[in-house]
């Protein structure tokens, strides 16, 4: 049974800083890639970041490039979630969740698609 | 562009059949995927790759695809399918796109 469980919520101000986690069992996480989604209160999913089984490979939405950094610790089968600079237009649900592919051909994956979420740490950001 | 646009909101009668739609150029190359939300939860991968149903899905959940626009039909829907359904799919340079999301009432 798989288990992603966020920690490292809470309400900050402007500016400041947080560190999320993410605590996988249940699966082969050294073998998966990871992400971060979130949800602003009553409003819709987005996507924040991923990164490759190895960490080698990140990418970065936008509106968190430069601010946010993401890593993992394979040998504690962790995610992590570095944000700095917060804004007031971050304040939301951060959602860990695996990152699966399909339909494959020469290299590219033609199917992005997200299959174990965990319940979702959320975070305030003040003015 | 990466934009995937979803109507806000959909209804339909107990146990008739509704299509949620998602339009966005990413389509035309990439492949849709779905996801319920009911409030308070997490959101649950219910399609992937256009059509696939993940184990444990129900079959009266469907996909489809053609040109710029997926869909999503839900056939005989009942009550417990009210939620908020979103789409996402990726783009060339990686990164992930959702829709903004369907929010379908169950009369």
């Known amino acids: 049974q798989v288990q992603l469980v966020e920690s490292g919520g809470g309400l900050v101000k402007s500016g400041g800083s947080l560190r999320l986690s993410c605590a996988a069992s249940g699966l082969t996480f050294s073998d998966d890639y990871m992400s971060w989604i979130r949800q602003a209160p009553g409003k819709g999913l987005e996507w924040v970041s991923h990164?490759?089984?190895?960490?080698?490979?990140?990418n970065y939405a936008d509106y968190v490039k430069g601010r946010f950094t993401i890593s993992r610790d394979n040998a504690k089968n962790s995610l992590y979630l570095q944000m700095n600079s917060l804004r007031v237009e971050d304040t939301a649900v951060y959602y860990c969740?695996?990152?699966?592919?399909?339909?494959?051909?020469?290299?590219?994956?033609?199917?992005?698609?997200?299959?174990?979420w965990g319940q979702g740490a959320l975070v305030t950001v003040s003015s | 562009s990466s934009e995937l646009t979803q109507d806000p909101a959909v209804s339909v009668a107990l146990g008739q059949t509704v299509r949620i739609t998602c339009q966005g150029d990413s389509l035309r190359t990439y492949y849709a995927s779905w996801y319920q939300q009911k409030p308070g939860q997490a959101p649950v991968l219910v399609i992937h790759a256009k059509k696939k149903r993940p184990s444990g899905i129900p079959d009266r959940f469907s996909g489809s695809s053609s040109g710029d626009t997926a869909s999503l039909t839900i056939t005989g829907a009942q009550a417990e399918d009210e939620a908020d359904y979103f789409c996402?799919?990726?783009?060339?340079?990686?990164?992930?796109?959702f829709g903004g999301g369907t929010k379908l009432t169950v009369l």
């Open positions: 996402n799919s990726r783009d060339s340079s990686g990164k992930v796109t």
């Open positions: 990164i490759g089984s190895s960490g080698t490979y990140t």
């Open positions: 969740a695996r990152r699966s592919m399909s339909d494959c051909s020469d290299g590219t994956c033609y199917s992005y698609y997200f299959d174990y």
